[in-house]
Protein backbone atom coordinates (compact mmCIF):
# COMPACT_ATOMS: atom_id res chain seq x y z
CA UNK A 1 0.00 0.00 0.00
CA UNK A 2 1.16 3.33 -0.91
CA UNK A 3 0.67 6.83 0.09
CA UNK A 4 2.86 10.17 -1.04
CA UNK A 5 4.32 7.48 -3.36
CA UNK A 6 5.77 5.77 0.15
CA UNK A 7 5.18 2.08 1.12
CA UNK A 8 3.05 2.32 4.59
CA UNK A 9 2.09 -0.70 6.37
CA UNK A 10 -1.87 -1.30 7.36
CA UNK A 11 -0.82 -1.17 10.49
CA UNK A 12 1.14 2.32 10.45
CA UNK A 13 -1.25 3.47 8.09
CA UNK A 14 -3.88 2.23 10.70
CA UNK A 15 -2.30 3.61 13.72
CA UNK A 16 -2.39 7.33 11.85
CA UNK A 17 -5.84 7.14 11.03
CA UNK A 18 -6.92 6.35 14.98
CA UNK A 19 -4.85 8.85 16.49
CA UNK A 20 -5.13 11.51 13.81
CA UNK A 21 -9.04 11.17 13.72
CA UNK A 22 -10.07 13.80 16.33
CA UNK A 23 -7.01 15.88 16.13
CA UNK A 24 -7.45 19.02 14.08
CA UNK A 25 -4.30 21.44 13.96
CA UNK A 26 -1.12 19.63 12.78
CA UNK A 27 1.38 21.60 15.16
CA UNK A 28 -1.01 19.04 18.22
CA UNK A 29 -0.31 16.00 15.65
CA UNK A 30 3.18 17.04 15.34
CA UNK A 31 3.14 16.49 19.39
CA UNK A 32 1.46 13.75 19.89
CA UNK A 33 3.91 11.68 17.01
CA UNK A 34 7.09 12.87 18.59
CA UNK A 35 5.83 11.19 22.05
CA UNK A 36 5.45 7.78 19.78
CA UNK A 37 8.52 7.96 17.51
CA UNK A 38 10.78 10.83 18.17
CA UNK A 39 10.10 12.68 15.15
CA UNK A 40 10.37 16.00 14.93
CA UNK A 41 8.36 17.97 12.46
CA UNK A 42 6.17 14.72 10.82
CA UNK A 43 3.77 17.14 9.33
CA UNK A 44 5.06 20.49 7.78
CA UNK A 45 1.81 22.01 7.52
CA UNK A 46 -1.49 22.03 8.12
CA UNK A 47 -2.41 21.47 4.10
CA UNK A 48 0.20 18.19 4.17
CA UNK A 49 -1.71 16.77 7.50
CA UNK A 50 -5.23 16.71 5.51
CA UNK A 51 -4.14 15.67 2.24
CA UNK A 52 -2.52 12.61 4.62
CA UNK A 53 -5.93 12.38 6.98
CA UNK A 54 -7.83 12.60 3.55
CA UNK A 55 -5.59 9.85 1.75
CA UNK A 56 -5.76 7.74 5.02
CA UNK A 57 -9.49 7.60 4.62
CA UNK A 58 -9.87 5.98 1.62
CA UNK A 59 -8.78 3.28 -0.49
CA UNK A 60 -4.72 3.71 -1.59
CA UNK A 61 -3.60 2.99 -5.08
CA UNK A 62 -0.35 1.43 -5.51
CA UNK A 63 1.96 3.89 -7.53
CA UNK A 64 4.36 3.28 -10.20
CA UNK A 65 7.40 3.52 -9.04
CA UNK A 66 9.33 6.45 -11.51
CA UNK A 67 12.69 6.10 -12.95
CA UNK A 68 15.07 7.53 -10.50
CA UNK A 69 18.28 6.72 -12.47
CA UNK A 70 19.81 10.28 -12.46
CA UNK A 71 19.41 10.02 -8.21
CA UNK A 72 21.38 7.10 -7.81
CA UNK A 73 18.72 4.63 -6.39
CA UNK A 74 19.89 1.73 -4.90
CA UNK A 75 17.95 1.01 -1.71
CA UNK A 76 19.84 -0.85 1.05
CA UNK A 77 17.58 -3.50 2.20
CA UNK A 78 17.02 -4.15 6.14
CA UNK A 79 18.98 -6.95 6.69
CA UNK A 80 22.67 -5.76 5.02
CA UNK A 81 21.74 -2.56 6.91
CA UNK A 82 21.24 -4.47 10.25
CA UNK A 83 24.57 -6.58 9.25
CA UNK A 84 26.79 -3.41 8.93
CA UNK A 85 25.63 -1.54 12.03
CA UNK A 86 25.94 -4.59 14.09
CA UNK A 87 29.65 -4.72 12.46
CA UNK A 88 29.99 -1.21 13.46
CA UNK A 89 29.29 -2.09 17.31
CA UNK A 90 31.46 -5.28 17.20
CA UNK A 91 33.92 -2.69 16.27
CA UNK A 92 32.81 -0.68 19.98
CA UNK A 93 30.79 2.03 17.92
CA UNK A 94 27.86 3.03 20.60
CA UNK A 95 26.81 6.02 19.14
CA UNK A 96 24.89 9.40 20.61
CA UNK A 97 24.43 10.93 17.23
CA UNK A 98 23.56 9.27 13.64
CA UNK A 99 23.35 11.20 10.68
CA UNK A 100 21.81 9.39 6.88
CA UNK A 101 22.82 11.97 4.23
CA UNK A 102 20.92 10.16 1.69
CA UNK A 103 18.50 8.02 3.68
CA UNK A 104 16.07 6.65 1.25
CA UNK A 105 13.29 4.66 2.94
CA UNK A 106 15.87 4.35 5.88
CA UNK A 107 17.11 1.12 6.46
CA UNK A 108 20.37 2.51 8.31
CA UNK A 109 18.20 4.81 10.89
CA UNK A 110 16.00 1.40 11.59
CA UNK A 111 18.71 -0.81 11.54
CA UNK A 112 20.71 2.02 13.70
CA UNK A 113 18.11 2.08 16.46
CA UNK A 114 17.79 -1.69 16.40
CA UNK A 115 21.21 -1.94 17.35
CA UNK A 116 22.47 1.06 19.25
CA UNK A 117 20.55 1.94 22.29
CA UNK A 118 21.98 5.28 23.16
CA UNK A 119 21.15 6.91 20.14
CA UNK A 120 20.12 11.22 21.13
CA UNK A 121 19.30 12.71 17.92
CA UNK A 122 19.17 11.52 13.78
CA UNK A 123 19.49 13.35 11.27
CA UNK A 124 18.31 12.24 7.94
CA UNK A 125 18.04 13.62 4.40
CA UNK A 126 16.72 12.26 0.97
CA UNK A 127 16.23 14.52 -2.20
CA UNK A 128 13.11 12.52 -2.85
CA UNK A 129 9.42 13.13 -0.87
CA UNK A 130 8.07 9.76 -0.67
CA UNK A 131 10.93 8.77 0.48
CA UNK A 132 11.34 10.80 3.75
CA UNK A 133 7.53 9.66 3.84
CA UNK A 134 8.22 6.13 3.84
CA UNK A 135 11.49 6.65 6.27
CA UNK A 136 8.80 8.32 9.09
CA UNK A 137 6.22 5.52 8.19
CA UNK A 138 9.05 3.09 8.79
CA UNK A 139 10.44 4.81 12.02
CA UNK A 140 6.79 5.28 13.41
CA UNK A 141 6.18 1.26 12.73
CA UNK A 142 9.12 0.46 14.79
CA UNK A 143 8.05 2.35 17.83
CA UNK A 144 4.98 0.89 17.26
CA UNK A 145 6.40 -2.70 17.90
CA UNK A 146 8.91 -1.20 20.10
CA UNK A 147 7.05 0.83 22.34
CA UNK A 148 9.37 1.29 25.17
CA UNK A 149 12.91 1.40 22.98
CA UNK A 150 15.48 4.44 23.72
CA UNK A 151 13.66 7.32 21.87
CA UNK A 152 15.89 10.03 19.90
CA UNK A 153 14.94 13.32 18.55
CA UNK A 154 15.17 12.84 14.85
CA UNK A 155 14.79 15.32 12.66
CA UNK A 156 14.29 14.12 8.90
CA UNK A 157 14.92 16.66 5.96
CA UNK A 158 13.77 16.86 2.61
CA UNK A 159 17.05 18.50 1.54
CA UNK A 160 19.34 18.09 -1.76
CA UNK A 161 22.35 16.86 -0.06
CA UNK A 162 24.59 19.22 -2.11
CA UNK A 163 23.28 22.00 -0.28
CA UNK A 164 22.81 21.12 3.29
CA UNK A 165 25.49 22.74 5.58
CA UNK A 166 27.00 19.81 7.80
CA UNK A 167 29.33 21.62 9.63
CA UNK A 168 26.50 23.04 11.54
CA UNK A 169 25.90 19.18 13.02
CA UNK A 170 29.73 18.92 13.62
CA UNK A 171 30.51 21.86 14.90
CA UNK A 172 27.32 21.38 17.40
CA UNK A 173 28.17 18.19 18.08
CA UNK A 174 31.71 18.14 18.93
CA UNK A 175 32.33 15.77 22.03
CA UNK A 176 29.29 13.11 21.16
CA UNK A 177 30.15 9.87 19.19
CA UNK A 178 28.42 10.19 16.11
CA UNK A 179 28.00 7.98 13.59
CA UNK A 180 27.74 8.89 10.15
CA UNK A 181 26.37 5.80 8.09
CA UNK A 182 24.41 5.53 4.96
CA UNK A 183 24.71 5.01 0.86
CA UNK A 184 25.28 7.91 -1.45
CA UNK A 185 23.79 7.94 -4.85
CA UNK A 186 25.42 5.15 -7.02
CA UNK A 187 26.05 7.80 -10.29
CA UNK A 188 29.01 9.25 -11.82
CA UNK A 189 28.90 12.62 -13.83
CA UNK A 190 29.09 11.53 -16.87
CA UNK A 191 25.87 9.35 -16.66
CA UNK A 192 24.46 12.67 -15.10
CA UNK A 193 25.17 14.51 -18.47
CA UNK A 194 24.19 11.87 -20.68
CA UNK A 195 20.82 11.80 -18.83
CA UNK A 196 20.82 16.17 -19.03
CA UNK A 197 20.07 16.10 -14.58
CA UNK A 198 21.39 18.65 -12.66
CA UNK A 199 21.60 16.48 -9.12
CA UNK A 200 24.83 17.11 -9.72
CA UNK A 201 26.90 20.02 -6.58
CA UNK A 202 27.42 23.42 -8.18
CA UNK A 203 31.39 22.83 -8.28
CA UNK A 204 30.88 19.84 -9.88
CA UNK A 205 35.14 20.10 -11.04
CA UNK A 206 35.94 19.59 -7.76
CA UNK A 207 38.60 17.61 -8.60
CA UNK A 208 39.80 20.48 -10.71
CA UNK A 209 40.94 18.04 -13.85
CA UNK A 210 41.26 19.71 -17.19
CA UNK A 211 39.55 19.18 -20.48
CA UNK A 212 41.60 16.84 -21.85
CA UNK A 213 41.14 14.82 -18.86
CA UNK A 214 37.67 14.26 -20.77
CA UNK A 215 39.86 12.00 -22.74
CA UNK A 216 41.39 9.72 -20.46
CA UNK A 217 38.44 9.30 -18.11
CA UNK A 218 39.95 10.91 -15.39
CA UNK A 219 37.11 14.15 -15.07
CA UNK A 220 34.49 11.06 -14.57
CA UNK A 221 33.69 11.10 -11.07
CA UNK A 222 30.85 9.44 -8.67
CA UNK A 223 28.80 11.43 -7.01
CA UNK A 224 28.73 9.34 -3.35
CA UNK A 225 32.82 9.88 -3.88
CA UNK A 226 32.33 13.47 -3.92
CA UNK A 227 29.34 13.19 -0.68
CA UNK A 228 32.38 11.39 0.85
CA UNK A 229 34.38 13.52 0.72
CA UNK A 230 32.44 16.39 2.37
CA UNK A 231 31.45 14.40 4.90
CA UNK A 232 35.14 13.95 5.82
CA UNK A 233 35.74 17.42 5.72
CA UNK A 234 32.79 18.48 7.96
CA UNK A 235 33.42 15.49 10.65
CA UNK A 236 37.28 14.78 10.16
CA UNK A 237 37.23 16.49 13.89
CA UNK A 238 34.32 14.77 15.24
CA UNK A 239 34.47 11.38 17.51
CA UNK A 240 33.36 8.26 16.17
CA UNK A 241 32.72 6.33 13.09
CA UNK A 242 32.07 6.55 8.97
CA UNK A 243 30.23 4.20 7.14
CA UNK A 244 29.12 3.74 3.98
CA UNK A 245 27.88 1.86 0.98
CA UNK A 246 30.34 2.89 -1.96
CA UNK A 247 31.45 1.78 -5.37
CA UNK A 248 34.67 -0.23 -5.56
CA UNK A 249 36.26 2.54 -7.79
CA UNK A 250 35.36 5.70 -4.92
CA UNK A 251 36.86 3.53 -2.36
CA UNK A 252 40.21 3.51 -4.28
CA UNK A 253 39.90 6.77 -5.09
CA UNK A 254 39.43 8.09 -1.80
CA UNK A 255 42.44 6.82 -0.52
CA UNK A 256 45.02 7.39 -3.70
CA UNK A 257 43.51 11.32 -2.71
CA UNK A 258 43.84 10.48 1.15
CA UNK A 259 47.80 11.31 0.51
CA UNK A 260 47.08 14.54 -0.23
CA UNK A 261 44.02 15.70 1.68
CA UNK A 262 45.36 14.26 4.76
CA UNK A 263 41.76 13.24 6.12
CA UNK A 264 42.09 12.49 10.09
CA UNK A 265 40.47 8.99 9.54
CA UNK A 266 42.79 5.78 10.56
CA UNK A 267 41.38 2.11 10.50
CA UNK A 268 40.14 2.47 7.16
CA UNK A 269 38.50 -1.05 6.21
CA UNK A 270 36.85 -2.01 2.76
CA UNK A 271 34.06 -4.79 3.77
CA UNK A 272 32.72 -6.31 -0.18
CA UNK A 273 29.46 -7.21 -0.62
CA UNK A 274 27.92 -9.47 -3.17
CA UNK A 275 26.11 -6.50 -5.45
CA UNK A 276 24.54 -8.86 -7.33
CA UNK A 277 22.83 -10.46 -4.04
CA UNK A 278 21.87 -7.27 -1.88
CA UNK A 279 20.86 -4.91 -5.23
CA UNK A 280 20.22 -6.84 -7.98
CA UNK A 281 22.99 -4.90 -10.04
CA UNK A 282 26.47 -5.42 -11.44
CA UNK A 283 28.21 -3.21 -10.01
CA UNK A 284 31.30 -4.18 -7.36
CA UNK A 285 30.58 -2.32 -3.93
CA UNK A 286 31.61 -3.05 -0.35
CA UNK A 287 31.01 -1.10 3.05
CA UNK A 288 33.90 2.13 3.99
CA UNK A 289 34.62 2.40 7.01
CA UNK A 290 37.06 4.07 9.17
CA UNK A 291 37.57 6.05 12.53
CA UNK A 292 37.14 9.73 12.78
CA UNK A 293 39.78 12.00 14.34
CA UNK A 294 42.64 10.00 14.27
CA UNK A 295 46.18 10.52 12.80
CA UNK A 296 45.93 10.11 8.86
CA UNK A 297 46.28 6.15 7.78
CA UNK A 298 47.12 5.71 4.30
CA UNK A 299 46.32 2.31 3.66
CA UNK A 300 43.15 0.33 3.30
CA UNK A 301 42.14 -3.17 4.48
CA UNK A 302 40.06 -5.43 2.85
CA UNK A 303 38.11 -8.13 4.14
CA UNK A 304 34.51 -9.85 3.14
CA UNK A 305 31.36 -8.71 5.12
CA UNK A 306 30.13 -11.90 5.36
CA UNK A 307 33.37 -12.96 6.63
CA UNK A 308 34.99 -10.04 8.35
CA UNK A 309 37.67 -11.73 10.76
CA UNK A 310 39.47 -12.94 7.69
CA UNK A 311 41.83 -10.06 6.47
CA UNK A 312 41.80 -10.56 2.22
CA UNK A 313 44.25 -7.47 1.28
CA UNK A 314 45.81 -4.47 2.09
CA UNK A 315 46.42 -1.86 -0.60
CA UNK A 316 47.35 1.86 -0.35
CA UNK A 317 50.59 3.86 -0.44
CA UNK A 318 53.62 2.54 0.08
CA UNK A 319 55.78 5.54 0.09
CA UNK A 320 55.32 7.85 -2.56
CA UNK A 321 53.57 4.78 -4.43
CA UNK A 322 49.75 3.45 -4.97
CA UNK A 323 48.99 0.01 -5.14
CA UNK A 324 46.63 -2.07 -5.45
CA UNK A 325 48.31 -5.41 -3.01
CA UNK A 326 51.17 -4.19 -0.38
CA UNK A 327 52.16 -8.13 -0.38
CA UNK A 328 52.82 -8.63 -3.71
CA UNK A 329 54.62 -5.31 -4.61
CA UNK A 330 57.09 -5.90 -1.93
CA UNK A 331 58.05 -8.78 -4.57
CA UNK A 332 58.21 -6.71 -7.79
CA UNK A 333 59.02 -2.85 -6.21
CA UNK A 334 62.34 -3.01 -8.23
CA UNK A 335 60.47 -2.09 -11.77
CA UNK A 336 58.17 0.49 -10.61
CA UNK A 337 59.45 3.57 -11.84
CA UNK A 338 58.79 5.98 -15.11
CA UNK A 339 58.50 4.37 -18.63
CA UNK A 340 61.39 6.22 -20.58
CA UNK A 341 59.18 6.10 -23.92
CA UNK A 342 55.69 7.76 -23.26
CA UNK A 343 52.37 5.00 -23.52
CA UNK A 344 49.72 6.84 -25.90
CA UNK A 345 45.98 5.84 -25.79
CA UNK A 346 44.74 5.18 -29.46
CA UNK A 347 42.70 7.15 -31.60
CA UNK A 348 39.21 8.20 -30.10
CA UNK A 349 36.18 9.51 -32.45
CA UNK A 350 32.74 8.63 -30.38
CA UNK A 351 31.08 7.89 -33.74
CA UNK A 352 31.48 3.91 -34.11
CA UNK A 353 28.98 3.39 -36.32
CA UNK A 354 30.07 5.85 -38.62
CA UNK A 355 34.34 5.88 -38.51
CA UNK A 356 34.37 2.19 -38.25
CA UNK A 357 34.22 0.17 -41.40
CA UNK A 358 34.35 -3.29 -42.63
CA UNK A 359 36.20 -3.75 -46.19
CA UNK A 360 33.02 -5.90 -48.34
CA UNK A 361 34.23 -6.74 -52.08
CA UNK A 362 36.13 -3.72 -52.96
CA UNK A 363 34.28 -1.30 -50.71
CA UNK A 364 33.55 0.32 -47.18
CA UNK A 365 30.62 -0.68 -44.86
CA UNK A 366 29.94 1.34 -41.93
CA UNK A 367 28.04 0.56 -38.97
CA UNK A 368 25.11 0.81 -40.36
CA UNK A 369 25.43 -1.29 -43.26
CA UNK A 370 25.71 1.22 -45.62
CA UNK A 371 28.11 1.29 -48.98
CA UNK A 372 31.03 3.98 -48.96
CA UNK A 373 33.44 4.46 -51.29
CA UNK A 374 36.40 5.98 -49.85
CA UNK A 375 40.34 6.86 -51.31
CA UNK A 376 42.65 4.47 -49.36
CA UNK A 377 45.17 7.03 -48.77
CA UNK A 378 43.06 7.94 -45.54
CA UNK A 379 42.19 4.67 -44.69
CA UNK A 380 43.85 2.57 -41.91
CA UNK A 381 43.31 -1.01 -39.93
CA UNK A 382 41.47 -0.59 -36.58
CA UNK A 383 42.45 -2.90 -33.67
CA UNK A 384 39.92 -2.64 -30.81
CA UNK A 385 40.12 -4.08 -27.98
CA UNK A 386 38.38 -7.13 -28.80
CA UNK A 387 40.97 -7.41 -31.56
CA UNK A 388 44.10 -8.09 -29.89
CA UNK A 389 44.26 -12.13 -29.05
CA UNK A 390 47.28 -13.25 -31.51
CA UNK A 391 50.75 -12.64 -30.09
CA UNK A 392 51.93 -10.47 -33.58
CA UNK A 393 49.24 -8.92 -35.33
CA UNK A 394 49.50 -7.81 -38.89
CA UNK A 395 45.74 -7.77 -39.67
CA UNK A 396 42.39 -5.84 -39.03
CA UNK A 397 38.77 -6.96 -38.71
CA UNK A 398 38.10 -2.96 -38.68
CA UNK A 399 38.98 -0.05 -41.14
CA UNK A 400 38.83 3.90 -39.70
CA UNK A 401 39.11 6.99 -41.72
CA UNK A 402 42.17 8.87 -40.33
CA UNK A 403 41.61 12.75 -40.52
CA UNK A 404 43.87 14.24 -39.08
CA UNK A 405 47.92 13.35 -38.58
CA UNK A 406 48.08 15.82 -35.17
CA UNK A 407 45.33 16.47 -32.75
CA UNK A 408 43.61 19.87 -34.08
CA UNK A 409 45.28 20.01 -37.56
CA UNK A 410 42.91 21.70 -40.23
CA UNK A 411 40.42 19.07 -42.02
CA UNK A 412 40.27 21.47 -45.23
CA UNK A 413 42.83 19.64 -46.96
CA UNK A 414 40.46 16.17 -47.26
CA UNK A 415 37.77 18.33 -49.66
CA UNK A 416 40.21 19.12 -51.97
CA UNK A 417 42.81 16.13 -51.96
CA UNK A 418 40.22 13.34 -51.28
CA UNK A 419 36.85 14.15 -52.21
CA UNK A 420 34.81 10.46 -51.91
CA UNK A 421 36.38 10.83 -48.07
CA UNK A 422 34.98 14.24 -48.17
CA UNK A 423 31.79 13.89 -49.45
CA UNK A 424 30.99 10.72 -46.90
CA UNK A 425 32.17 12.84 -44.11
CA UNK A 426 30.13 16.21 -45.36
CA UNK A 427 26.99 13.84 -46.09
CA UNK A 428 27.32 12.76 -41.97
CA UNK A 429 28.54 15.94 -40.46
CA UNK A 430 25.71 16.42 -38.23
CA UNK A 431 26.48 13.45 -36.28
CA UNK A 432 30.04 14.81 -36.08
CA UNK A 433 28.36 17.87 -34.72
CA UNK A 434 26.14 16.21 -32.43
CA UNK A 435 29.42 14.44 -30.38
CA UNK A 436 28.58 15.37 -26.50
CA UNK A 437 32.09 15.59 -25.35
CA UNK A 438 33.56 19.21 -24.80
CA UNK A 439 37.00 18.39 -26.41
CA UNK A 440 35.32 18.54 -29.96
CA UNK A 441 33.68 21.85 -29.35
CA UNK A 442 35.52 24.40 -31.34
CA UNK A 443 37.87 22.01 -33.41
CA UNK A 444 37.82 21.52 -37.05
CA UNK A 445 35.16 19.43 -38.82
CA UNK A 446 35.47 15.69 -38.45
CA UNK A 447 38.08 16.15 -35.38
CA UNK A 448 39.90 12.84 -34.03
CA UNK A 449 41.16 12.41 -30.49
CA UNK A 450 44.80 10.34 -29.65
CA UNK A 451 46.64 10.96 -32.95
CA UNK A 452 49.92 12.44 -33.49
CA UNK A 453 53.31 11.09 -35.07
CA UNK A 454 52.67 8.40 -32.77
CA UNK A 455 49.60 6.84 -34.59
CA UNK A 456 51.74 6.46 -37.64
CA UNK A 457 54.84 4.47 -36.01
CA UNK A 458 54.69 1.54 -38.04
CA UNK A 459 55.57 -1.09 -35.20
CA UNK A 460 53.56 -1.10 -31.87
CA UNK A 461 53.14 -2.44 -28.69
CA UNK A 462 49.33 -2.59 -27.58
CA UNK A 463 47.49 -3.80 -24.78
CA UNK A 464 44.06 -3.20 -24.47
CA UNK A 465 42.99 -1.01 -20.86
CA UNK A 466 39.46 -2.85 -20.53
CA UNK A 467 40.48 -6.18 -20.24
CA UNK A 468 41.88 -7.73 -17.76
CA UNK A 469 44.70 -9.88 -19.20
CA UNK A 470 48.50 -9.14 -18.61
CA UNK A 471 49.56 -9.33 -22.28
CA UNK A 472 50.70 -6.90 -24.96
CA UNK A 473 50.45 -7.84 -28.53
CA UNK A 474 52.90 -6.76 -31.19
CA UNK A 475 51.02 -5.16 -33.93
CA UNK A 476 52.98 -5.02 -37.47
CA UNK A 477 52.15 -3.13 -40.77
CA UNK A 478 49.29 -4.22 -42.90
CA UNK A 479 49.88 -4.04 -46.27
CA UNK A 480 53.05 -1.57 -45.75
CA UNK A 481 50.85 0.44 -43.81
CA UNK A 482 50.55 1.12 -39.88
CA UNK A 483 48.10 -0.27 -37.84
CA UNK A 484 45.62 2.15 -35.69
CA UNK A 485 44.31 1.33 -32.44
CA UNK A 486 41.36 2.55 -30.74
CA UNK A 487 41.07 4.61 -27.47
CA UNK A 488 40.00 1.04 -25.64
CA UNK A 489 43.72 0.44 -26.46
CA UNK A 490 47.27 2.14 -24.95
CA UNK A 491 50.25 1.50 -27.22
CA UNK A 492 54.27 2.61 -27.72
CA UNK A 493 55.26 3.31 -31.07
CA UNK A 494 58.57 2.38 -32.97
CA UNK A 495 60.24 3.14 -36.17
CA UNK A 496 62.00 0.07 -35.75
CA UNK A 497 61.18 -3.93 -35.54
CA UNK A 498 63.82 -5.01 -33.04
CA UNK A 499 63.31 -2.02 -30.40
CA UNK A 500 59.68 -2.98 -31.01
CA UNK A 501 60.52 -6.73 -30.13
CA UNK A 502 62.81 -6.59 -27.04
CA UNK A 503 60.10 -3.97 -25.81
CA UNK A 504 57.19 -7.07 -26.40
CA UNK A 505 59.56 -9.31 -24.91
CA UNK A 506 60.26 -7.07 -21.19
CA UNK A 507 56.37 -6.37 -21.11
CA UNK A 508 55.39 -10.02 -21.28
CA UNK A 509 57.72 -11.12 -18.54
CA UNK A 510 56.81 -12.58 -15.25
CA UNK A 511 58.81 -9.30 -13.60
CA UNK A 512 56.34 -7.18 -15.30
CA UNK A 513 53.17 -9.07 -14.28
CA UNK A 514 53.56 -9.62 -10.97
CA UNK A 515 54.39 -5.47 -10.91
CA UNK A 516 51.11 -5.04 -12.76
CA UNK A 517 49.08 -7.54 -10.37
CA UNK A 518 50.24 -5.51 -7.71
CA UNK A 519 49.70 -1.97 -9.11
CA UNK A 520 46.49 -2.52 -10.86
CA UNK A 521 42.71 -2.60 -9.42
CA UNK A 522 41.18 -6.08 -11.17
CA UNK A 523 37.69 -4.63 -10.35
CA UNK A 524 38.35 -1.06 -12.43
CA UNK A 525 37.10 -0.56 -15.68
CA UNK A 526 40.22 0.45 -17.14
CA UNK A 527 42.30 -1.71 -15.42
CA UNK A 528 45.20 -0.80 -17.16
CA UNK A 529 45.81 3.37 -17.71
CA UNK A 530 48.32 5.60 -18.99
CA UNK A 531 49.19 6.18 -15.25
CA UNK A 532 49.81 2.79 -14.80
CA UNK A 533 51.58 1.62 -17.52
CA UNK A 534 54.18 4.25 -17.21
CA UNK A 535 55.28 3.05 -13.98
CA UNK A 536 57.02 -0.36 -15.72
CA UNK A 537 60.49 1.11 -15.86
CA UNK A 538 61.75 -0.61 -19.04
CA UNK A 539 65.54 0.91 -18.11
CA UNK A 540 65.39 -1.24 -14.39
CA UNK A 541 63.91 -3.79 -16.49
CA UNK A 542 65.63 -4.24 -19.27
CA UNK A 543 69.27 -4.38 -16.68
CA UNK A 544 67.50 -7.18 -14.62
CA UNK A 545 66.89 -9.21 -18.10
CA UNK A 546 69.73 -11.55 -19.19
CA UNK A 547 70.62 -10.97 -22.96
CA UNK A 548 70.49 -15.02 -23.44
CA UNK A 549 66.46 -14.79 -22.36
CA UNK A 550 66.09 -11.94 -25.03
CA UNK A 551 68.31 -13.88 -27.60
CA UNK A 552 65.59 -17.26 -27.04
CA UNK A 553 62.55 -15.10 -27.24
CA UNK A 554 63.59 -13.08 -30.51
CA UNK A 555 64.65 -16.34 -31.89
CA UNK A 556 61.19 -17.76 -31.46
CA UNK A 557 59.56 -15.07 -32.71
CA UNK A 558 61.32 -14.92 -35.70
CA UNK A 559 60.67 -19.06 -35.78
CA UNK A 560 56.83 -18.93 -35.17
CA UNK A 561 55.85 -16.20 -36.79
CA UNK A 562 58.32 -15.75 -39.63
CA UNK A 563 60.14 -12.52 -38.79
CA UNK A 564 63.34 -11.00 -38.97
CA UNK A 565 64.31 -9.46 -36.01
CA UNK A 566 67.71 -9.04 -35.38
CA UNK A 567 69.37 -9.73 -31.80
CA UNK A 568 72.54 -7.70 -31.90
CA UNK A 569 70.87 -4.17 -31.44
CA UNK A 570 70.38 -5.19 -27.69
CA UNK A 571 72.98 -2.26 -26.41
CA UNK A 572 72.00 0.22 -29.00
CA UNK A 573 67.96 -0.48 -27.59
CA UNK A 574 69.41 0.59 -24.11
CA UNK A 575 71.39 3.24 -25.04
CA UNK A 576 67.94 4.65 -26.46
CA UNK A 577 66.21 4.86 -23.12
CA UNK A 578 67.90 7.74 -22.00
CA UNK A 579 65.58 10.19 -19.46
CA UNK A 580 64.18 13.00 -21.29
CA UNK A 581 61.80 15.67 -19.65
CA UNK A 582 57.59 15.44 -20.65
CA UNK A 583 54.76 15.12 -18.10
CA UNK A 584 56.00 11.90 -16.72
CA UNK A 585 59.19 13.12 -15.89
CA UNK A 586 61.07 11.44 -18.08
CA UNK A 587 59.24 9.57 -20.31
CA UNK A 588 59.64 10.33 -24.10
CA UNK A 589 57.87 8.62 -27.16
CA UNK A 590 60.72 6.62 -29.05
CA UNK A 591 62.08 8.46 -32.36
CA UNK A 592 64.96 7.44 -33.94
CA UNK A 593 67.37 9.33 -36.40
CA UNK A 594 67.74 6.21 -38.42
CA UNK A 595 65.23 5.81 -41.51
CA UNK A 596 62.68 3.81 -41.30
CA UNK A 597 63.83 -0.01 -42.02
CA UNK A 598 62.76 -3.48 -42.83
CA UNK A 599 58.69 -2.99 -44.25
CA UNK A 600 59.47 -6.07 -46.54
CA UNK A 601 58.49 -8.86 -44.59
CA UNK A 602 55.32 -10.83 -43.35
CA UNK A 603 53.65 -12.71 -40.78
CA UNK A 604 52.96 -16.35 -41.23
C1 LIG B 1 21.83 4.49 -3.17
S1 LIG B 1 20.32 5.18 -2.57
C2 LIG B 1 20.48 4.72 -0.90
C3 LIG B 1 19.39 5.14 0.02
C4 LIG B 1 19.64 4.80 1.48
N1 LIG B 1 20.80 5.50 1.97
C5 LIG B 1 19.81 3.31 1.66
O1 LIG B 1 20.88 2.93 2.11
O2 LIG B 1 18.91 2.56 1.35
C6 LIG B 1 20.68 6.87 -2.70
C7 LIG B 1 19.66 7.84 -2.17
O3 LIG B 1 20.13 9.15 -2.39
C8 LIG B 1 19.05 10.00 -2.63
N2 LIG B 1 19.56 11.17 -3.36
C9 LIG B 1 20.00 11.24 -4.62
N3 LIG B 1 20.40 12.49 -4.90
C10 LIG B 1 20.22 13.22 -3.78
C11 LIG B 1 20.45 14.57 -3.44
N4 LIG B 1 20.96 15.42 -4.33
N5 LIG B 1 20.17 14.98 -2.19
C12 LIG B 1 19.66 14.12 -1.26
N6 LIG B 1 19.41 12.83 -1.53
C13 LIG B 1 19.69 12.38 -2.77
C14 LIG B 1 18.12 9.14 -3.46
O4 LIG B 1 16.78 9.63 -3.41
C15 LIG B 1 18.29 7.78 -2.80
O5 LIG B 1 17.33 7.59 -1.79
Given at each position: ?????????????D??????????????????????????????????????????????????????????????N???????????????????????????????????L?????I?????????????????????????D????NK????????????????E??????K??????????????????????T??????????H????????K????????????????????????????K?????N???????????IS?????????????N??????????????????I???????????????????DD??????????????I????????????????????E?????????????????????????????????????????????V?????????????????????????????F??????????????????????????????????Y?????????????K??????T?????F????????????????????????????????M?????L???D???????????K????????????????Q????????A????Q????????????????????????
Amino acid sequence: MKIFEADITYQVSDFLNKTLKRIALFESANDKIVDVCGIHHYFNNQEEYEVLKNILSKTHIVVKEPDRAEYGDFQTNIDLAVNVAAYLKHKSANPKIILEPTCGKGSFIIASLRTFDRIEKIFAIDIYMPYVWETKFSILQYFIDNPSANKPEIVISHFNVFDFDFTEISKEYTKEEILIIGNPPWVTNSKLSRLDSTNLPAKSNFKKHNGIDAITGKGNFDIGEYITLRIFDAFQNSNGYFAFLVKNSVIKNIIYDQKQRNFKISDIQKLSIDSKKEFNVSVEASLLICKLKQVPEFICNEYNIYAPSKLINKFGWVDDKFVSSIALYQHSSGIDGICPFEWRQGIKHDLSSFMELERVNGHFVNGLNQKIILEEDLVFGLLKSSDLKQTVIDKTRKYTSVTQKKVGQSTAFIKKDHPKTYNYLYKNKSQFDLRRSSIYKGKPDYSIFGIGDYSFKPFKIAISGLYKKYSFNLVVPQNGKPIMLDDTCYLLGFDRLDYAAYTFILLNSEKTKKLLKAITFPDAKRMFTKDVLMRIDLMKLAMQTQKAKIKNDIDELNTCYNLKIQTGTWNEYIATMRPQQTEYADAKQLTLLEPIINYNWTVA
